[in-house]
């Protein structure tokens, strides 16, 4: 059973930055898209950034130039760098491959 373990969430000023981490189990890492997804509070489920295994990064508009998604399948873990972090990227980001989700990390930006 592949699990999917988000890190490094937290609190941060508007302005501010933080990395997210995704470690996957098992095997054949390499060969699966990657995507980190947020959900605020009453609203639906969204992508923020998605990864192939050929590396084809895609954005949603609302981040683009301010996020990059990056990946080592050496080590199994995907990335998601946040930069000018704005109120209204406070959220619970999930690692994504498939059908298997992450537990998800809470990032809260303040104003």
């Known amino acids: 059973q592949v699990q999917l373990v988000e890190s490094g969430g937290g609190l941060v000023e508007a302005g501010g930055s933080l990395r997210l981490s995704c470690v996957a189990s098992?095997?054949?890492?390499?060969?699966?898209?990657m995507g980190w997804y947020r959900q605020a509070p009453g609203k639906q489920r969204e992508l923020v950034a998605s990864i192939t295994a050929g590396r084809n990064r895609n954005y949603a508009d609302s981040v683009k130039g301010r996020f990059t998604i990056s990946r080592d399948n050496a080590k199994n873990t995907v990335w998601l760098q946040m930069n000018s972090l704005k109120p209204e990227d406070t959220a619970v980001y999930y690692c994504?491959?498939?059908?298997?989700w992450g537990q998800g990390t809470q990032v809260t930006v303040s104003s």
């Open positions: 994504n491959r498939n059908s298997i």
């Open positions: 098992g095997n054949m890492f390499s060969a699966y898209t």
